[in-house]
């Protein structure tokens, strides 16, 4: 596609369900990002891939958060056990090259009840 | 501890003035700096970046100027136009190479009256 497109849009969970939330990014981008974004803030690093090696795992808040991207193109972030402060949105960005040619997803929008 | 700070939530100005969005940082090893613009319910977009080589980039009604010894970057929109509403984020990253993760800034709600 043109664009990086994330699903599902929006996702309801109830406290300690797992949720698994997808990334399309755009097709022959070797760099994906994934940012959490909470309410009124802006986006904070979570994770990144370099085709399928998952270089940066630094920002992901707990062990309940894991991602993947086996086959270096589609990219898969998991969260078990979801609390209230899980509750954001989950952006994701492609680039083939520098930090300026960051494409974002719309991101999908989680709230845990 | 904010690395990034947006310290205005919110900017009112009226169509055809100037808007100017504020941004400080203070990491030294930040290098190459971006603004972003994000509408409701769709992903931040790319807005213009400078390097820390450069003091100023213009690109249309879009201005970024850097100050680095202050660690403060500033966005120009001259003349503003009620489609530039939306909330604009400043992001900093150590290099513009591939694989830099961008540090942001909380925001501002820029909102242009008719």
């Known amino acids: 596609g043109a664009g990086v497109s994330q699903s599902p849009r929006y996702k309801v969970a109830k406290r300690g369900q797992d949720v698994a939330l997808r990334c399309d990014p755009i097709?022959?981008?070797?760099?994906l990002f994934w940012y959490q974004q909470a309410l009124g803030q802006g986006p904070e690093f979570l994770t990144y891939?370099?085709?399928?090696?998952?270089?940066?795992k630094s920002g992901l808040p707990s062990d309940r958060f894991f991602a993947e991207r086996p086959e270096g193109s589609v990219s898969t972030l998991k969260i078990q056990r979801t609390q209230q402060e899980d509750s954001a949105v989950y952006l994701c960005a492609s680039s083939s090259t520098g930090v300026s040619g960051y494409t974002f997803g719309s991101g999908t929008r989680l709230t845990v009840v | 501890d904010q690395q990034v700070k947006q310290n205005s939530p919110s900017l009112s100005v009226q169509e055809g003035r100037i808007s100017i969005l504020n941004c400080d940082y203070t990491n030294s090893m930040f290098d190459y700096f971006l603004w972003y613009k994000k509408y409701p319910a769709e992903g931040p977009t790319f807005l213009i970046s400078i390097s820390s080589i450069k003091d100023k980039n213009e690109d249309g009604r879009f201005t970024v100027f850097l100050n680095k010894s202050a660690k403060h970057l500033s966005l120009h929109i001259v003349p503003s136009q009620p489609g530039d509403s939306a909330v604009y984020f400043c992001a900093a990253s150590q290099s513009n190479n591939a694989g830099n993760m961008l540090t942001f800034g909380g925001g501002t709600r820029l909102m242009v009256k008719p």
């Open positions: 097709s022959g981008h070797v760099s």
């Open positions: 891939f370099q085709n399928e090696a998952q270089l940066d």
